[in-house]
């Protein structure tokens, strides 16, 4: 996958269009990416034990639900623009990402 952790990315379809924020948690398997301020869900929870004396609180919580890397577009950092990811390999042959609007290097 070719969106990480601590990237900004951009919202590019979907109720949360044209939002940005920074990538919190990634799912590879599920090809799917949890986005700070993004797909904000709220979920009813009962209380229960937490293995001690005390019990969870329960009530209404809201989390920010994991979208798929299909519908968020990565920001670049200096000119805060959109771009596609590609990969290519340095001289040493490890795998580099870069901006395909650019070119320039994203590690």
Do not use: C, W
């Amino acid at each position: 996958m070719r969106i990480k952790v601590n990237d900004t990315v951009e919202v590019i379809s979907g109720n949360f269009k044209g939002v940005r924020g920074t990538v919190q948690r990634v799912y590879p398997g599920k090809q799917m990416v949890v986005v700070s301020g993004v797909n904000i869900v709220k979920k009813h929870q009962k209380s229960r034990p937490t293995g001690g004396r005390s019990r969870a609180q329960g009530g209404i919580i809201e989390f920010e639900a994991p979208i798929h890397v299909s519908k968020v577009m990565l920001v670049e950092t200096g000119s805060g623009e959109k771009t596609r990811v590609g990969v290519r390999r340095d001289e040493n042959g490890r795998p580099v990402r870069y901006s395909k609007k650019s070119g320039a290097e994203l590690d």
